[in-house]
């Protein structure tokens, strides 16, 4: 069996009966449900539509290059199927997870959450790690957990639960994830602030603007008046999106006066065209006392230096040009500025009259502990006064 081959986005899950079962379940909590190809039953008839292809005999399932987990409990059956080609094949799910060449966190989240199973499936549950006592750390070599450049243990400020905190990539802005949700530190530190900021956020009227997926996810679930918007230039402005979002240009919200009390911007800021309208826009749609609860990449010492300057609609680039990621664009979006710590709250305040401050997450063990780790880690509160 070439391991060599083995696709890293795919398995078949191929079983009937309750082993089977637990195992799609298992795929399908992790919202894995691309990964599965198929769950069929004793006899090689489909009894669940999953994946892309329904399955209704082994043969079917041939020579596709996909790893199989043999979701079975005789051997002698196992033993029948295995006779054929050269698929790679896991007698469990656990031994496939361990192979598993996607995200190392993924993968250890999958071993975590497999574990947990049988006991809290919640993913919500406190006591996650606990259930494993040590088996995780006996199981760690199998993991490439040693390859990991930073663990930590501790409680997530956005999934709220027990967890582990590992980056597989020194850059821990991006790459240090919680086990659990996948949230970034940047995240993380604005639900901190977040929390401490607007403790009754779940029953006030929040809206985003650009959110990534997982956190829109997060919202929704816990804030009935959260809302969002994206901008699609070619769209009309205001008009729903297909996911339930509106479209919205941040320069020209067509959002009422004091509609919200808190607006959520995560990383946009250092891409607007231009910011004083945007800030503007922000705090015209705010209510008296709301705020502005956002993270840009803020160099503390500097000045702000702007990248693009606009001519009348068109923008031109006053340094070479710098993308940072897109939810909606695959080309990335143009870095418009770099702000200065020692010049942006006073453009705020001159611009809007809204008082703002700076939270920062130096080095402490509590910190530390809420996986609050990583360069450009500010949040920015801006009030309404
Ligand atoms: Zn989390």
Not at 2 to 10: C, F, G, L, Q
Not at 170 to 185: A, E, M, N, Q, V
Request: charged share 25%.
């Amino acid at each position: 069996m070439n391991k060599e081959s083995i696709a890293d986005n795919h398995i078949i899950v191929y079983g009937a009966g309750k082993v089977g079962k637990q195992y799609y379940d298992f795929l399908r909590l992790l919202h894995m449900e691309n990964l599965i190809y198929a769950y069929c039953d004793k006899n090689y008839k489909q009894i669940g539509s999953i994946g892309e292809i329904p399955v209704y005999s082994y043969n079917d399932l041939m020579d596709q290059g996909y790893p199989f987990v043999i979701a079975m409990i005789e051997q002698e059956e196992i033993e029948t199927l295995l006779q054929k080609d050269g698929q790679v094949y896991y007698s469990n799910i656990e031994s496939w997870i361990k192979d598993y060449r996607g995200d190392a966190v993924d993968r250890i989240r999958m071993w975590i959450s497999y574990h947990n199973i049988g006991e809290k499936s919640n993913r919500g549950s406190e006591h996650r790690l606990d259930n494993l006592g040590e088996k995780i750390y006996e199981e760690i070599p199998a993991l490439n957990l040693e390859k990991a450049v930073r663990v930590y243990g501790g409680i997530c400020p956005c999934c709220k639960g027990q967890t582990l905190f590992i980056a597989f990539d020194y850059w821990l802005r991006d790459y240090y994830r919680c086990l659990f949700c996948g949230s970034i530190p940047r995240q993380r530190a604005l639900m901190k602030v977040l929390e401490d900021e607007m403790p009754d956020w779940r029953n006030q009227k929040i809206h985003e603007s650009s959110p990534i997926e997982d956190i829109l996810h997060m919202f929704k679930q816990q804030c009935a008046q959260y809302t969002y918007s994206y901008w699609y230039e070619s769209e009309p402005l205001g008009i729903k999106l297909q996911d339930d979002g509106t479209n919205q240009n941040l320069e020209n919200l067509t959002f009422e006066d004091e509609a919200f009390d808190i607006f959520i911007t995560q990383d946009v800021l250092e891409h607007v065209n231009r910011p004083e309208r945007v800030l503007t826009e922000i705090a015209r749609t705010l209510k008296k006392g709301g705020k502005h609860i956002f993270t840009t990449p803020l160099y503390p010492f500097k000045r702000t230096t702007p990248r693009i300057k606009m001519r009348g609609n068109i923008r031109e680039l006053i340094l070479p040009p710098i993308y940072h990621g897109n939810p909606i664009n695959e080309e990335g979006s143009l870095v418009t500025y770099e702000w200065g710590g020692a010049d942006f709250l006073e453009m705020i305040d001159e611009i809007t009259g809204m008082e703002s401050k700076i939270v920062e997450f130096p080095n402490s063990k509590e910190n530390f502990e809420n996986g609050l780790e990583g360069d450009f880690l500010q949040v920015i509160v801006s009030k309404k006064m």
